[in-house]
T-cell receptor
Framework: NAGVTQTPKFRILKIGQSMTLQCTQDMNHNYMYWYRQDPGMGLKLIYY???????DKGEVPNGYNVSRSTTEDFPLRLELAAPSQTSVYFC????????????FGPGTRLTVT | SQELEQSPQSLIVQEGKNLTINCTSS?????LYWYKQKYGEGLIFLMMLQKGGEEKSHEKITAKLDEKKQQSSLHITASQPSHAGIYLC????????????????FGQGTILTVHP
């Protein structure tokens, strides 16, 4: 199993541009998540999904959109990129069981200038 | 303010020394996770604690959960350079709408440096 994969690894955007961060998992997990990590701030939940076709907002959803058309894929869309969206983005997935252990992708480092 | 506070925020130790990282919640927590992150990489699961008083160990790392204090500690014995990285705690917290199962809240992380 590849686990959770994310593309791209790095990206530089100009203010106002748009892009999609890709996330795929091959573990047949129901739950998927998008986090952003800023220095000294830990991880903040952007959006999450409990299954195909179902998404919900996390703590910091503004400026982002998601979709979940399949169990495997959970892309994160940035519209009209702003410098405040400069961050490292992590995708994660988990089972619905008594552990809810989350498996993380390697991250995407995004800079908006 | 953070719902999960980690202390210290950073730690520099000499190889072979013991150290402790704390994670304190401002809300009732259900399930406490410890993750490790190397710079530029994703998070690696270390261990999960679910019950008050629970203690788990993996190699030289031990984690305990004090449910009454809403706190967990991560202890590393005889630290090695391979222990260096960022340690993050995450938990399911009980909010007004109920427990956020599936939605982890994370602490801000503790940066550990181990000098050989």
């Amino acid at each position: 199993n590849a686990g959770v994969t994310q593309t791209p690894k790095f990206r530089i955007l100009k203010i106002g541009q748009s892009m999609t961060l890709q996330c795929t998992q091959d573990m047949n997990h129901n739950y998927m998540y998008w986090y952003r990590q800023d220095p000294g701030m830990g991880l903040k939940l952007i959006y999450y999904s409990v299954g195909a076709g179902i998404t919900d907002k996390g703590e910091v959803p503004n400026g982002y959109n998601v979709s979940r058309s399949t169990t495997e894929d959970f892309p994160l869309r940035l519209e009209l990129a702003a410098p405040s969206q400069t961050s490292v983005y992590f995708c994660a997935s988990s089972w619905i069981d008594n552990t809810y252990e989350q498996y993380f992708g390697p991250g995407t480092r995004l800079t908006v200038t | 303010s953070q719902e999960l506070e980690q202390s210290p925020q950073s730690l520099i130790v000499q190889e072979g020394k013991n150290l402790t990282i704390n994670c304190t919640s401002s809300k009732t927590l259900y399930g406490l996770y410890w993750y490790k992150q190397k710079y530029g990489e994703g998070l690696i699961f270390l261990m999960m604690l679910q019950k008050g008083g629970e203690e788990k160990s993996h190699e030289k790392i031990t984690a305990k959960l004090d449910e009454k204090k809403q706190q967990s500690s991560l202890h590393i014995t005889a630290s090695q350079p391979s222990h260096a990285g960022i340690y993050l705690c995450g938990a399911f917290l009980r909010n007004a709408g109920g427990t956020s199962y599936g939605k982890l809240t994370f602490g801000q992380g503790t940066i550990l440096t181990v000098h050989p």
